[in-house]
Nanobody
Framework: QVRLVESGGGSVQSGGSLRLSCEYS??????MAWFRQAPGKEREAVAA????????QMRDSLKGRFKISRDIVKKTLYLQMNNLQPEDTGTYYC?????????????????WGQGIQVTVPA
């Protein structure tokens, strides 16, 4: 079974930074991803990391500000978030999936963390 536990969230002022962590356990090679969801909004893909070569995907609007990475030894996925803005506020989820399916679709991922709150006051 796959288990995902997020940490590192919180409240930061506009322009600040946070690094989210997702400690994971998985039986084999899996896609890892970050999604986020604002209250009343649809869950949206943030970034993903492919299992084979570590290639990354990033939401277009977040390129240059966010970065996804992984520490293989620590079995931890990271999301570095810089220059945070109020529109980045939401619950962030770590997700895992087998190497198939569109990375931006929630149905691609069979395992999810409980989510962690990121708040950037306006």
């Amino acid at each position: 079974q796959v288990r995902l536990v997020e940490s590192g969230g919180g409240s930061v002022q506009s322009g600040g930074s946070l690094r989210l962590s997702c400690e994971y356990s998985a039986p084999g090679r899996v896609w890892m991803a970050w999604f986020r969801q604002a209250p009343g909004k649809e869950r949206e893909a943030v970034a993903a990391l492919a299992p084979r070569y570590g290639a990354t995907q990033m939401r277009d609007s977040l390129k240059g500000r966010f970065k996804i990475s992984r520490d293989i030894v620590k079995k931890t996925l990271y999301l570095q978030m810089n220059n945070l803005q109020p529109e980045d506020t939401g619950t962030y989820y770590c997700a895992a999936a087998q190497d198939n399916g569109p990375w931006t679709e929630t149905r691609t991922y069979g395992d999810w963390g409980q989510g962690i709150q990121v708040t950037v006051p306006a």
